[in-house]
C-alpha cells in the first residue's frame, strides 16, 4: 500500500503568489458555459434577439421580434428613466410620432424616414447590449471574479495553486 499525504488549501488561504498562479490556470472557470444567457434573455423581454455577438470585433448581430414601436414601449416598462436605452427608447418614440405625423397631414410619404430611424434605433440598441457584454466579459474574467469563484466554490488547491481534484 502507497499512501500520499497532501496539504490541501481554500483560495483564502494561499499566498498571493499561489494565487495568482491559481487564478492563470482556472483564467475561463467564470466562461466556460453560455454567460451571456441573461443578457439574452434582457434583449427578449423587450422584443429584441441577439443572435449573435463578438466582443473581439466589437460586432453584435441583434433584430427586432416585435415592431420598433413596441419594443419602445417595453423598455419603458423594464428600465428607468436614468439608464441610455431609456433615452434612446424616448428619443425614438418622439421622432416616430413626428414622422407619423407628417404622413398624417400629408406633407411627405416617409417610409424611408421609419425605415431609417428604425434601424438607428437598433443600431443603437446593439451597441447597449454589446457593451453589457463587454463588461460582463470583463469582470467574468478579472482576477477579482476568478478569486470569488474559487472561493465561493470552496476549490481546494496545493500550495503552488494548482487545483486538487477529487479522484
Known amino acids: 500500500m502507497k499512501q500520499i499525504l497532501v496539504n490541501l488549501y481554500k483560495f483564502s488561504e494561499l ?14 472557470i467564470s466562461i466556460d458555459y453560455e454567460w451571456w444567457d441573461f443578457i439574452y434573455d434582457d434583449a427578449r423581454r423587450i422584443g429584441l434577439k441577439i443572435n449573435a ?9 441583434i433584430t427586432y421580434e416585435d415592431n420598433p414601436d413596441d419594443v419602445a414601449n417595453a423598455i419603458f416598462k423594464e428600465f428607468g428613466e436614468g439608464v441610455d436605452i431609456y433615452r434612446y427608447a424616448k428619443e425614438y418614440i418622439t421622432n416616430y410620432n413626428k ?18 430611424l ?13 457593451s453589457h ?7 467574468r474574467t478579472s482576477d477579482e471574479a476568478i478569486g470569488e469563484e474559487l472561493e465561493i466554490n470552496e476549490y481546494y488547491f496545493t500550495s503552488d495553486g494548482s487545483r486538487f481534484y477529487n479522484i
Open 15 to 28: 499566498s498571493e503568489t499561489a494565487q495568482k498562479k491559481a487564478i492563470e490556470k482556472q483564467y475561463d
Open 53 to 61: 455577438f463578438d466582443i473581439y470585433r466589437k460586432s453584435i448581430d
Open 99 to 116: 414622422i407619423e405625423q407628417l404622413v398624417e397631414d400629408d406633407e411627405i410619404f416617409a417610409s424611408d424616414d421609419l425605415v431609417e
Open 118 to 130: 428604425n434601424n438607428d434605433f437598433l443600431h443603437d440598441l446593439g451597441e447597449i447590449f454589446l
Open 133 to 139: 457584454l463587454e463588461s460582463e466579459y470583463e469582470y
